[in-house]
Every structure is written in structure tokens, then in C-alpha cells.
């Protein structure tokens, strides 16, 4: 991944897209420096990470309601999820947490979270399943 990072930087850097190449550094220089903290990690999830700090920002943001702002962050966001693999749809989501936990029949919310998370991790926002999780307890 840092491999894919390093290259998009030089393309970027051709193509003379400043914000690219500013984001790309960003994201680099989280990787170098976890890297350098000696814990044991995944690149995957220094981005993830990255990514949850835009998305808090936007959120903030959108709350004070400066959209030169929010549209900023968005397009950091935007080249930040290139990295990461292709979340699920919100009607792919629903389905797979009801599917899941009508199997499954976890005792608590605390658990369906676990249950469900521990399966799509990769690919669904944990904000979008705990909304689902709640949702789906409410009416149990």
C-alpha cells in the first residue's frame, strides 16, 4: 500500500495536483510514523483510520456550518477512499446485519455489534451498522 501511495504522490506530483499530492503526504507520513512507533499494525487500518478523522472533521464542520470547509475535507475524503476497499451500500448493509442477526440472535446490542462487525469490518461504517444494530433491537 505505502508502494501505491509513493507512486500516486509522483503521479500527482506530474499532473501538478497540489491537493492530491498534499493528502498523499498526509497519509504517508501516518503510515512512516506508526511505523516508526514499533507497533504492530495494518496500513489498511492507519487509513481507515485517517479517513475517521476526515469524516469527524466534515461532521464538525457541517455542524458550524462552513461549507468551504466541508467541501475541503469531502475532496481530501475522496482521494483518502481510494485506499480503502468499496464500502457497502446502505440497502446491502440493511440486508446482511437483518439477515446476520435474525441467525445469529445475539443477547445484547454490545454483542450484534461484535457479531456484525467482525464479519464487515472491512467494507461497512460502523456508525451506519450501529444505527442498523439499534434500529433492529428497538423492534425486537
Known amino acids: 500500500m505505502k508502494e501505491?501511495?509513493?507512486?500516486?504522490?509522483?503521479?500527482?506530483m506530474k499532473s501538478g495536483d497540489k491537493l492530491r499530492v498534499s493528502v498523499l503526504r498526509m497519509l504517508q507520513a501516518d503510515i512512516i510514523n506508526v511505523e516508526k512507533s514499533g507497533k504492530e499494525f495494518k496500513q489498511i487500518d492507519v487509513i481507515r483510520g485517517y479517513a475517521k478523522k476526515l469524516k469527524k472533521a466534515i461532521e464538525e464542520y457541517e455542524r458550524l456550518n462552513l461549507q468551504d470547509k466541508i467541501i475541503s475535507f469531502n475532496?481530501?475524503?475522496?482521494?483518502?477512499?481510494?485506499?480503502?476497499?468499496?464500502?457497502?451500500?446502505?440497502e446491502e448493509l440493511r440486508k446482511v446485519v437483518i439477515e446476520l442477526l435474525d441467525s445469529e440472535k445475539p443477547a445484547?446490542?454490545?454483542?450484534?455489534m461484535k457479531l456484525v462487525m467482525g464479519k464487515y469490518k472491512e467494507v461497512a461504517d460502523g456508525k451506519k451498522v450501529q444505527a442498523l444494530v439499534k434500529e433492529v433491537f428497538s423492534k425486537g
Open 108 to 112: 445484547d446490542m454490545g454483542m450484534a
Open 4 to 12: 501505491r501511495i509513493t507512486e500516486e504522490i509522483k503521479n500527482a
Open 75 to 90: 475532496e481530501e475524503l475522496n482521494i483518502v477512499e481510494e485506499f480503502l476497499p468499496k464500502q457497502m451500500s446502505d
